[in-house]
């Protein structure tokens, strides 16, 4: 017994070498390996920020145990998947707690040849040293999809030292493969600090000799890092029994519960008498809406990101009172700042995470705001942190940018629903949110890219695929059909929130009977109905058969106007009344629906008409048609030469592109080198100014007629438009000259009608 149990430790350079000889295995009973990419990634920033990442339990092995336990090497050794052990690599030790931790580390530092668990591709792990040198933790460490670009980036070093990207399988091929990357990357910048010193560029040189000396520090770091980083473990003596190990390794996985990092912080702050679970038994009854035990944790994070923008476990530690935190200011200074200082200030910074999470929670719910009529249709629970915090911060805005900001939370909230923005690494992605739109409350210039995103890529969302609720698009959907009022099938009212929920239109049987398993469950074909509805309405039926009856008693015109705001268009509703329904009409319906979705996604969420009364709405998407055909009639009658166009028009739609491009590396420059495409630049006013400019105006001047009368209806189609786009009351009068002006555009501009 006394030799049963040896605490021992091991440096990182020793574990690399003993994983690369294949010296641990795994016994058959422990769970597959099944962290995600993310998990990787923060194990790797663990270890390089000198973090604990808890002792390994070993059990000194042999050869009748490896047989017995039927082990393998850790997932991806030497590329051979599920290889048993004696087929590569000499065996040591038989893992019994840590598999997740060596299996992750193995394929960040070895790049088997095979993909993470339920992915299609292979990940890649790279340090970026220009922002770990910059103690920019949360953007040095990432991973990537090994695509062509990757695999070109892998294959080329000046690439790599370009976008000071190390790989972090350089380190498994040991220390001298580090040093001859670092001299490459040092002789890299030194090229282009001569250049620089050559040309009279100081700042070039100057930044380029700060990137040399970064590599010299990082390449020091890495040697210490290798060498001293301690894992700990515990080895089992090879001579215990098979039973005895067993009942070991279920102790340590069955018994107790996790601590998670809200009972870490209790903990901590019982000494400074601060009875934490107290104040959360407390909050907790405000908050009871969202079903998540999480909120604890998320109070927390709120009011470190109030505190300072950041949120990961290591943030909240600094939340303690009288805790010092290290500061590096911008001329590279470092000092110590307490955050908190008392219990008072503590439980007051509490009470205002409360608050502001409570407040967030009622805007959700809001059904003309965001439509989470229920706990299980919130998009994203995890999103809560940042959108309170985002809250909180607009109202501490001065007052004439409040209503701004606001704006500008809906269009991160909606982007971040539907690019899935918060499925992965939650605290970081909060953080850097939280930064970018607040900096964007005070600057219109510093729109973050996310935006731009979204803007260019939700007409390729597939939401056929979107067929399990609780998915952040199926619930983002699901809460647009609530703002846009959705009428009860029976009563035609907008029904309570408490009475909906979402049902199949063609119903599930038929689809079950008819259809790829899973292809009527898409939230195309799915829609809030109360239950009663469902059964008195839908009855499991076809709706070519229950449509029909409900026309009978209520009216086509008025079924129609329903159905219509639950996003089913006129085409949609023809599709549906089809005698000999079909899996083709079945089709059909889903197209044309998605149709009418991606549009109301547009006109509300990206056209920001959501904030508009429904006639206000109507307004803007004419005034819309009408500024798109002006465009097209200045492309047509310009022939599309950019060079007629007035000097001071070209340089602020020039420099509006170029800011653009700048903020989205996606952004396609090429694209927007003909006219035709620069007007989707052009705001109402440079239109004026182009077609009643001296030069240009005769080519227009048999459309229009008098200048004068064109100038007048500019100022009237003008006015409404920046009422509407501004939040601005518009009288009747300019709401009259308005519409008449966007009669008199219309009528102008369109193509004339041939009578038969």
């Known amino acids: 017994m006394k030799n049963a149990q040896k605490p021992d430790h091991i440096s990182l350079n020793t574990l690399i070498s003993r994983l690369k000889e294949g010296r641990f295995v795994i016994p058959d009973f422990q769970r597959d390996f099944e962290w995600g990419p993310w998990d990787i990634r923060d194990l790797i920033r663990s270890i390089f920020l000198d973090y604990y990442i808890g002792s390994l339990l070993l059990w000194k092995g042999k050869s009748d145990n490896f047989k017995a336990l039927s082990c393998e090497h850790v997932r991806g050794f030497e590329g051979i998947q599920n290889a048993p052990y004696e087929s590569c690599g000499e065996p040591e030790h038989i893992v019994l707690d840590g598999q997740q931790r060596l299996t992750a580390l193995y394929y960040a530092l070895f790049m088997p040849e095979i993909p993470l668990p339920k992915r299609a591709n292979r990940a890649v792990y790279f340090v970026r040293i220009d922002r770990f040198m910059a103690e920019e933790y949360d953007g040095a460490f990432h991973y990537e999809w090994l695509n062509k670009k990757y695999k070109k980036i892998l294959a080329n070093p000046e690439l790599q030292y370009a976008g000071h990207i190390f790989p972090l399988s350089i380190l498994s091929a040991g220390g001298r493969a580090t040093l001859l990357w670092i001299q490459g990357y040092e002789a890299y910048w030194k090229t282009k600090v001569e250049v620089a010193e050559e040309s009279g560029k100081e700042n070039a040189a100057q930044i380029g000799r700060m990137h040399i000396e970064n590599g010299s520090q990082f390449d020091s770091f890495v040697e210490e890092l290798t060498g001293q980083y301690q894992i700990s473990f515990v080895e089992l003596d090879r001579d215990i029994g098979l039973d005895k190990v067993c009942d070991i390794f279920t102790q340590i996985n069955s018994k107790g519960v996790a601590l998670d990092v809200f009972d870490l912080i209790n903990a901590m702050l019982k000494p400074r008498h601060i009875q934490l679970k107290h104040m959360w038994r407390e909050a907790s009854r405000k908050l009871e809406f969202v079903e998540s035990g999480k909120m604890n944790v998320y109070v927390l994070q709120v009011m470190s990101i109030l505190c300072q923008a950041y949120c990961s476990p290591k943030y909240l530690y600094f939340l303690l009172p009288g805790q010092e935190k290290p500061v590096r200011d911008h001329d590279g200074t470092r000092r110590d700042e307490i955050l908190i200082p008392d219990k008072v200030d503590f439980t007051k910074r509490w009470n205002e995470a409360v608050d502001a999470l409570e407040d967030a929670v009622e805007h959700l719910q809001h059904p003309q705001e965001f439509g ?16 309170a915090a985002l809250q909180a911060a607009a109202k501490k805005c001065p007052s004439e940018i409040r209503l701004s900001a606001q704006r500008k939370i809906r269009h991160w909230y909606w982007a971040s629903i539907f690019l899935n923005r918060y499925s992965g690494s939650v605290a970081s992605t909060s953080a850097r949110d939280f930064i970018a739109m607040t900096k964007w409350y005070e600057d219109e210039n510093a729109e973050p890219e996310l935006i731009f995103e979204f803007k260019h890529r939700f007409r390729n969302i597939d939401l056929r695929r979107e067929i399990r609720r609780g998915s952040s698009i199926y619930n983002g959907i699901f809460n647009l059909l609530i703002i846009q009022g959705a009428r009860d099938w029976i009563t035609g009212n907008v029904a309570k929130k408490g009475d909906l929920d979402d049902h ?15 292809a009527v469950d898409t939230i195309l074909n799915r829609t809030p109905l109360t239950a009663d509805t469902n059964r008195a309405v839908i ?14 008693k209520n009216g086509e015109d008025s079924v129609r106007a329903t159905l219509e705001s639950h996003f089913i268009s006129p085409l949609a509703f023809d599709i549906l009344l089809r005698p000999k329904f079909s899996v083709e009409d079945y089709d059909a319906f889903i197209a044309e629906r998605n149709r009418t979705i991606v549009a109301a996604m547009e006109a509300l ?14 307004l803007d998407a004419d005034i819309e048609l009408v500024e798109l055909s002006i465009r097209s009639k200045v492309a047509v009658l310009l022939k599309n030469e950019w060079e007629r166009i007035p000097e001071h028009v070209k340089q602020k739609v020039d420099a509006r592109i170029s800011s653009t491009a700048r903020k989205n590396a996606a952004f396609d420059l090429d694209r927007y080198q003909s006219l035709i495409a620069k007007l989707e630049f052009f705001d109402l006013r440079e239109l004026q100014d182009v077609i009643t400019s001296k030069v240009i105006w005769p080519d227009f ?6 200048k004068e009368a064109l100038i007048t209806k500019f100022d009237q189609l003008a006015e409404l438009r920046n009422s509407i786009r501004h939040s601005r009351v518009a009288d009747e009068i300019t709401t009259k000259e308005g519409e008449a002006a966007i009669l008199w555009f219309t009528r102008i501009c369109s193509p004339p009608t041939t009578q038969t």
């Open 701 to 706: 001047q048999t459309m229009f007629g008098a």
């Open 539 to 552: 009855n499991d039926r076809l709706p070519n058969e229950y449509l029909p009856e409900w026309i009978s």
């Open 372 to 387: 989470v009529i229920s706990s299980k249709y919130i998009p994203y629970v995890s999103i809560l942190p940042a959108f």
């Open 504 to 518: 199949h239109i063609v119903p599930q049987s038929w689809g079950q009977a008819h259809l790829k398993k899973g």
């Open 605 to 618: 969420l990206i056209k920001e008409r959501l904030d508009l009364a429904a006639n206000l709405r109507s």
